[in-house]
């Protein structure tokens, strides 16, 4: 049955609103700088199961949990010397680690999909912070969108795919970086990027002093590795130089284009577009081509994102 989806502000009182639906088992959308997170109580195991089946997400694709601060990280989970070092450096932020989960821990095995490490991060989106320091407790939260689907960037795009299906959505604006954290995996000797994402991973060597490898092969051992992901309901024909037939054109730099992520060639203000531009995109319900974008930097998230858009389903 679908229920009645509440908009609340990012006031006291609607973070203290918030705070409580989650208290009680309810589902809530809220803003991060990376994208609007679909959040539950990470330690109800009901409240956890709501998230898959709202967004009809697959139930061998874990959740990133959200936490207030690095402490309440270092109680779930084993902390090897590179976890303070990326956690000083970009904690707060668009940054997720993969960590091994310790033996006594109150998380619902439903957030890790039956693995032995867990997927966590302390956003720095103010409201987020003061939503989670509020609840007290750790927060599992995937991308606010039906599973597969475009993610959420705004809360119109939050209500587009869920309304009906969670209790509320805290409204704060349109997200900042506009593309998920940076996931990297430390249940091992060395850390590996297991999604690009909001953080480059340039940034994320020069803290480590060393370089990384980014993930091989098909296991799923974090979110976000689906091969088909963010997809609009359309085709998605990557690398075009201009729209052919019916298709609209998704621009990069000076081009002539139906809608562009930077007309000036900026990575940062193309990843901040990128899914509002594929919604916009995907309501024509037309083909949608993608001009090509550096693979460098935040280039290598946002051509993750496209190469995932574009994967057969």
């Not at 092969?217 to 309901?233: F, K, T």
Request: charged letters at 15%; hydrophobic letters at 45%.
């Amino acid at each position: 049955m679908a229920m009645d989806t509440k908009i609340l502000s990012a006031t006291d009182d609607g973070i203290s609103h918030a705070a409580a639906l989650l208290r009680q088992g309810g589902l809530v959308a809220f803003p991060t700088e990376t994208v609007y997170g679909l959040g539950a109580d990470a330690t109800n195991g009901q409240a956890v199961a709501g998230i898959y089946e709202a967004k009809g997400r697959p139930s061998f694709n874990p959740l990133i949990v959200h936490l207030s601060d690095a402490g309440m990280a270092r109680n779930h989970v084993d902390w090897p010397d590179a976890a303070e070092i990326l956690a000083t450096a970009f904690w707060p932020g668009p940054l997720t680690m993969v960590l091994p989960l310790r033996n006594q821990q109150n998380l619902s095995p439903l957030v890790t999909a039956g693995l032995n490490s867990v997927a966590l991060r302390v956003p720095m989106h103010p409201a987020a912070r003061r939503l989670l320091a509020e609840f007290g407790g750790p927060v599992a939260a995937p991308s606010a969108n039906p599973s597969g689907r475009i993610s959420a960037t705004t809360a119109n795009h939050v209500m587009a795919g869920l309304n009906g299906r969670i209790a509320a959505v805290l409204d704060d604006g349109p997200c900042s970086v506009g593309l998920e954290s940076t996931i990297v995996g430390l249940t091992g000797p060395d850390p590996v990027v297991l999604r690009a994402g909001g953080l480059p991973q340039e940034a994320i060597e020069a803290a480590l002093g060393r370089p990384v490898q980014t993930a091989q092969g098909s296991e799923i051992i974090a979110p976000g590795q689906l091969a088909s992901h963010y997809a609009p309901d359309a085709a998605v024909r990557l690398n075009a130089g201009k729209a052919r037939g019916d298709e609209v054109l998704l621009g990069f730099g000076p081009m002539q284009c139906d809608l562009n992520l930077s007309a000036s060639g900026d990575l940062s203000e193309a990843a901040a577009n990128l899914f509002g531009h594929l919604h916009q995109l995907n309501s024509t319900r037309r083909p949608i081509a993608v001009a090509p974008v550096p693979m460098q930097g935040l280039g290598r998230a946002i051509n993750d994102r496209l190469q995932r858009a574009a994967a057969p389903r």
